[in-house]
């Protein structure tokens, strides 16, 4: 069996979608676990009506949230005829859990709410494709991915609960796979086991997608994207960059972890751990060979480009000048932990660490404060992280001519620098 993952954009438009019997013929007559993100920029929307309901702009909020049931609604009287009665009614059973929860004033942490409104994003965009997919003849069965994903109850980033999801994988989705079975499911989201709905971090759908293939012993999990297949910078700023046909996992989790937005970080190692290849392939033109990802050496990678923006350099001092060594670094890597903080570059010295991390205002704070115990602690925003695997050194030096270095870090394979973004 395979697994395939649409992402928002492969059906954020009519056509779009229209377009996804005819990649799915190309594929009759083979078990199918499709898992599907939001539409578009659903998700965005959904994260401002949980803005706006944690700020008591209740009515902005259940207006904002009109406008996203205007929009599904409106595809579907566009994209569905016979079951278009019964797909309303099921959007509806959906609209419905949010707006009861949209009348009520918030007493929970914000990531709860976030993580109940910002589900249905998924939930909605599925019942969609799966009615249109049967109306094209696509016979389907659509499974609420909150039924299998088990996860903890750490919300906007919860972990999943392996043991209980495997047993649920095989008792909910193996038998529908049988028989050439089709599944349409959700990306992203899950449920712990007081049944409060989760979601596993932005772009998640990726990583359901790889825990479910590994999960399934699939052949292979495909990725459906908009670009031809995994680039070595990103065309938008690099008109240069080039389409990299093969990739090993190692490769791709180092781009992932360093900020290219090809795949979720988390989406490599399900994969890894089965050896199951993971294909990222253009839904606009399915005869395109895209990119294999899989275990296997590759020779001459053209330099592979990431720029990561909005990053906050950290240095941190130990206060009595005792040595960073053993415990002021173990000490600072439970607060990492405790933080759920990842440096995305750090370098240290007799009696310091630098630094540098995406800039989450809140978690920062939080950081910084419980760190001002044991360090004195230096925070300078505004800086640009640029990784470079497979460098040249005049293509660094071209990229970093007349910039303010803050951090340089290299080996042979990879150089790592933390420029000012201003200069
Ligand atoms: N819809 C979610 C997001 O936009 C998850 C995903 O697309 O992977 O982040
Ligand atoms: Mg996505």
Known sequence: MKVFKFGGASVNTIERIQNLPTILARFSGQPLLIVVSA???????????????????????????????????DLVKYLIVHNALATERMLNDIYTEVEWLLHDKPVRDYDYYYDQIVCVGELISTTIISAFLAESGIDNSWVDVRDVFRTDDNFRDANIDLVYTATQTKEIIEPLLTDQGIVITQGFIGSTDENESTTLGREGSDYTAAVFANLLDADSLTIWKDVEGVMNADPKAFPSAEIIRE????????????????????????LQNKSIPLLVKCFLNADLPGTIIHNSSVKGLPPIIVVKSDQVFIELHTKDFSFIGDEPMSNLYALFGQWHIK???IQSGAVSVQLCMDNKPEKLEKFAAAAAAAFDVDLEKGFTLLSIRHYKKELLEGMTAGKKIRLLQQTPEIVQVLLNSNN
């Open 39 to 73: 539409m578009g920029k659903t998700t965005n929307a959904l994260e401002k009506v949980a803005e706006a309901f944690y700020a008591g702009h209740q009515q902005e909020a259940l207006e904002m949230f009109r406008q996203v049931k205007r929009t599904h609604d």
């Open 247 to 270: 990739l090993n996992y190692d490769e791709v989790i180092e781009m992932a972890f360093y900020g290219a937005q090809v795949i979720h970080p988390k989406t490599i190692k399900p």
């Open 343 to 345: 440096p995305n570059l």
